[in-house]
């Protein structure tokens, strides 16, 4: 299975939940990398890996199929 029909097969319910989760965690993260404000350096870090961790957990969550035919 490439990638592509893997990342279109059917995905798991909890999976579908947990994508969510990091799709919601990327955009916090993301809206404090972009915040117009100037804030501690200490809460910019800890959005920068908010960030990649949201990303991470979606882009695995997306990946994971229910396809056992392998």
Same mark, same amino acid.
């Given at each position: 299975m490439n990638l592509i029909k893997r990342a279109k097969? %059917?995905?798991?319910?909890?999976?579908?939940?947990?994508r969510t989760i990091g799709l919601a965690l990327a955009a916090?993260?993301?809206?404090? *990398?972009?915040?117009?404000?100037?804030? %501690?350096v200490a809460v910019v870090s800890i959005g920068g890996y908010v960030a990649v961790a949201g990303g991470v957990i979606s882009a695995v969550s997306? *990946?994971?199929?229910?396809?056992d035919s392998q």
């Open positions: 097969a %059917p995905i798991p319910k909890f999976f579908k939940v947990l916090v993260g993301g809206t404090i *990398l972009a915040a117009p404000v100037a804030l %501690p997306q *990946l994971t199929t229910t396809d």
